[in-house]
């Protein structure tokens, strides 16, 4: 049973660009989160999907960052013109229905978005 | 708002000893749920140990165990017989039950170095 994958694992940007990550949840999971972990921190919440519909976004930056997850393929977030503070390396997790009572999430090993 | 703090940056154990990493929270709440992930140089999460917050009983998980003082908000995490693989960073996290799940609170993290 594959994990959570996450493409590209390394992604390099220059300012002004676009940077889209890949998240697949494991299979059986309908619930997808995406966290940022920037230099020497903990991770931080961005945004809490399931399918077709956005749960949570509290943690999302209020431009030019957006997240989906379609009925068919993987959820993607998205950063428009990027900047140099986007610089980071973005986690996806993904849990079934029915764990989130116990709240256990299970990571990819994250995408290192650099920014030139 | 609900906070995460680690107090040790960076600790270190010989091999075969026994560390303890320590963790507070501050939260309101009175259910919710306590973590401790771990983040191989690979730096993929990885679910070291959950604890309930209504259980009184700490949580132990082979060489891992907690203490969790729910009053003193308190969830220090005690690695015993540590070995090399252990080597890695040790996140502490917060989630409160109900509402928007998989909203993972973190603690910036202690880096554990096992030596031989």
């Known amino acids: 049973n594959a994990g959570v994958m996450q493409n590209p694992r390394h992604l390099v940007r220059r300012r002004g660009q676009e940077a889209r990550l890949r998240c697949s949840p494991m299979k059986g999971h309908s619930h997808v989160y995406w966290y940022r972990q920037l230099p020497e921190e903990g991770l931080k919440f961005m945004v809490y999907l399931q399918k077709e519909n956005i749960i949570d976004e509290s943690g999302m930056p209020k431009e030019r960052f957006s997240a989906e997850f379609p009925k068919e393929g993987p959820s993607i977030l998205r950063i428009q013109q990027v900047v140099r503070g986007d610089s980071a390396a973005y986690f996806c997790?993904?849990?079934?229905?029915?764990?989130?009572?116990?709240?256990?999430?299970?990571f990819g090993e994250g995408s290192r978005l650099t920014v030139l | 708002a609900q906070t995460v703090t680690q107090s040790q940056p960076e600790m270190s154990v010989q091999e075969a000893e026994t560390v303890t990493l320590s963790c507070t929270y501050d939260?309101?709440?009175?259910?919710?749920?306590l973590f401790w992930y771990k983040q191989p140089p690979s730096r993929q999460m990885i679910l070291v140990i959950r604890?309930?917050?209504?259980?009184?009983q700490n949580a132990t998980e082979n060489r891992f165990s907690v203490n969790f003082q729910k009053a003193a908000k308190s969830f220090s995490l005690k690695i015993s017989d540590s070995q090399l693989g252990d080597t890695a960073m040790y996140f502490c996290?917060?989630?409160?039950?109900?509402?928007?799940?998989?909203?993972?609170?973190f603690g910036k993290g202690t880096k554990l170095s096992v030596k031989p």
């Open positions: 939260t309101s709440e009175n259910n919710y749920y």
């Open positions: 604890q309930e917050a209504y259980k009184q």
């Open positions: 997790a993904s849990s079934q229905s029915q764990g989130l009572g116990t709240g256990e999430l299970f």
């Open positions: 996290a917060f989630m409160k039950t109900g509402g928007s799940q998989g909203n993972l609170i």
